[in-house]
């Protein structure tokens, strides 16, 4: 079964850092590209960041650009998303999203998510 | 604000058929994908590409799309159809994703 676990959100001062984690299992980690989406309470989704499968082409939304950064360890089949200079509008949900584009692309299995709170 | 535009509120008789909608640019060049997300739950695909289901998605939910439009239909809402429903696609540069600002659907 293909499962995505984040951890590691938590309480945060603004100005602060954080590092979640989401742990895969199910599929070949390291041939699939990943994505971290966030949903700041009772707003929709926004995408925050993705990274292709062997780690070498990140891309990041505008409203992070600078202050996180992805990253990924194929060998732990583990995504990770490294938040520095956090702000009150970081404030969601964050959740990891296995991207599946045989066919066509989309955002095919999604974790549970982990809430950051910057305040 | 939203690349992708979503009406925020729909509602439906139980058992009869509504449609959500999505428009955007990048549908011009992308197909939407949808997703079905419950209360306090993770988000979950539901159609993708040209009007296809991942496997254990009941074939009530179907898709289209039209020029800058992308639509989600279902056919005979259930009681456990109640729930947000966001679109997405690539944008229009291809490097990132956008997602529309969610349906929230009523069913009566």
């Known amino acids: 079964e293909v499962q995505l676990l984040e951890s590691g959100g938590g309480l945060v001062q603004p100005g602060g850092s954080l590092r979640l984690s989401c742990a895969a299992s199910?599929?070949?980690?390291?041939?699939?590209?990943m994505n971290w989406v966030r949903q700041a309470p009772g707003k929709g989704l926004e995408w925050v960041s993705s990274?292709?499968?062997?780690?070498?082409?990140?891309n990041y939304a505008d409203s992070v650009k600078g202050r996180f950064t992805i990253s990924r360890d194929n060998s732990e089949n583990t995504l990770y998303l490294q938040m520095n200079s956090l702000r009150a509008e970081d404030t969601a949900v964050y959740y990891c999203?296995?991207?599946?584009?045989?066919?066509?692309?989309?955002?095919?299995?999604w974790g549970r998510g982990t809430t950051v709170t910057v305040s | 604000s939203y690349e992708l535009t979503q009406d925020p509120a729909v509602s439906v008789a139980l058992g009869q058929t509504v449609r959500i909608t999505c428009q955007g640019d990048?549908?011009?060049?992308?197909?939407a994908a949808w997703y079905q997300q419950r209360p306090g739950q993770a988000p979950l695909l539901v159609i993708y590409?040209?009007?296809r289901r991942p496997s254990g998605i009941p074939d009530r939910f179907s898709g289209s799309s039209s020029g800058n439009t992308a639509s989600l239909t279902i056919t005979g809402a259930q009681a456990e159809d109640e729930a947000d429903y966001h679109c997405?696609?690539?944008?229009?540069?291809?490097?990132?994703?956008?997602f529309g600002g969610g349906t929230k659907l009523t069913v009566l």
């Open positions: 990048p549908l011009r060049s992308y197909y």
């Open positions: 590409g040209k009007n």
């Open positions: 990274i292709s499968g062997g780690g070498r082409s990140t």
């Open positions: 999203a296995k991207e599946n584009s045989v066919v066509t692309i989309r955002m095919d299995v």
């Open positions: 199910g599929f070949t980690f390291s041939n699939v590209d």
């Open positions: 997405n696609s690539r944008d229009i540069s291809g490097n990132h994703w956008v």
